[in-house]
């Protein structure tokens, strides 16, 4: 596995903060977990890549982690009001993932699925660029509460989008709610703009 030098995607505001409006600083990463967690075993693992693709493949764990693997600091921001600075994940991102198919011209959004039934929805172009499948947090392995063996992290949006226990990536090319989305959390979740809930919750 090639280990390119560590990519920093950091976001500060031009005010100068790292810490978005309406949260605090916690040094600890805490586990945000609707309902139970799965049991995911590595030897049947597979990560479904569907949806407009010339055509759907499946990864084993053996393909995934030869790909070319990253490794990437960020800040992390939960809707529930605690943001982590400066953590580390190693993984492969969604961009190298789909180098192994051809994304048709009109996907213009994915939608990400896990075991368990969580979905979260984002927009393609956002994803390619910042769209890690993480295996490693800050150098060992992805305790089973954080998302073992492979979770989704997107720095720039609030923590419900960094799906954990990922099994597939569909290219859609409208957009549609995931989990959280259909049930009152906002479609972008920019914590910098605080899109916390739908629109019409806040008003
Ligand atoms: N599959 C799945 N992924 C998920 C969640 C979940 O409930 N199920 N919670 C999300 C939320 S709200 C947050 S803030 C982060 C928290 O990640 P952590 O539990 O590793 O801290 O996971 C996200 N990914
Ligand atoms: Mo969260």
Redo the contacts with the bound molecule.
Sequence with gaps: MKRPDTIQNVTIHESGSRVPPGQFLTDK???????SE?NVDIESWKLRIFGLVDKEIELDWAQFSSLEWETVDAD?H???QWSALDQTWEGVSLRNVLRLVQPAAEARFVMIH???G?T?NLPLDLVLEEGLFAHK?MGEP??K???WPL??VVPSV?????????NGIELMAADAPG??ELRGYHNDGDPWKEERFWPELTR
């Excluded at 990463?29 to 309902?35: E, I, Q, R, S």
């Excluded at 609030?158 to 990922?166: E, F, L, Q, R």
């Design positions: 990463f805490p586990v945000l977990t609707y309902g799965p992390f939960c809707v529930t896990s075991y368990g969580y979260t947090h992805l305790g509460s954080h998302g979770r989704f609030y923590g419900w989008k960094s799906a954990k226990w990922v989990f959280w």
